[in-house]
T-cell receptor, first 114, second 114 residues
């Protein structure tokens, strides 16, 4: 069984300050982990993915995430927030061993304060 | 990544009727997934559709309510049957990325049942 917990339903940061969106996972096997972003009335866009290569994963738009097995975490960060980052972010886990189903977290709504 | 054409993009339907959603992929894929995103919620997997076999439904979803067709490796349909206002959601299809880098999602079908 696999699950993912996004620790914050809503995060607000000022433009130009760092962003931290927290995610903890649970998986019976070595997981694949993803972060997706959903802008209002838009489709889902993949930000980045972890699949057991480098533990620090760099994604698009300056985002990155670090896989920490000891903490079962996969937090998403960005050094400096931009107004265009305002969106809903989903942490997602997939069991890589014969099961490609995705399990989504409940989402974190990121608000950027001008 | 694969390109998915999903239609309709939105519809308003009367309760008791049915709506069929189509997803066309620009490449052959073995597995296609159908998700539901209820208002303000995360995504929930409805079923996995493999070509040539019956779809596999997740707990809480049944074939009579959400029949799925998968006639070939590039196309699938999801029907929402005997609709009620509780079925108002965004429905999305998804396929694994051809290079194994994440999953690609259709743009979604926003369904409102009145």
């Amino acid at each position: 069984a696999q699950s993912v917990t996004q620790l914050d339903s809503h995060v607000s940061v000022s433009e130009g300050t760092p962003v931290l969106l927290r995610c903890n996972y649970s998986s019976s096997y070595s997981p694949s982990l993803f972060w997706y972003v959903q802008h209002p009335n838009k489709g889902l866009q993949l930000l980045l993915k972890y699949t057991s290569a480098a533990t620090l994963v760099k994604g698009i738009n300056g985002f990155e995430a670090e896989f920490k097995k000891s903490e079962t975490s996969f937090h998403l960060t960005k050094p400096s927030a931009h107004m265009s980052d305002a969106a809903e972010y989903f942490c997602v886990v997939s069991d890589r061993f014969g099961n490609e189903k995705l399990t989504f977290g409940t989402g974190t709504r990121l608000t950027i304060i001008p | 990544s694969a390109v998915i054409s999903q239609k309709p993009s939105r519809d308003i339907c009367q309760r008791g009727t049915s709506l069929t959603i189509q997803c066309q992929v620009d490449s052959q894929v073995t597995m296609m997934f159908w998700y539901r995103q209820q208002p303000g919620q995360s995504l929930t997997l409805i079923a996995t559709a493999n070509q040539g076999s019956e779809a596999t439904y997740e707990s809480g979803f049944v074939i009579d309510k959400f029949p799925i067709s998968r006639p070939n490796l590039t196309f699938s349909t999801l029907t929402v049957s005997n609709m009620s206002p509780e079925d108002s959601s965004i429905y999305l299809c998804s396929v694994p990325h051809r290079l194994g880098y994440g999953y690609t999602f259709g743009s979604g079908t926003r369904l409102t049942v009145v």
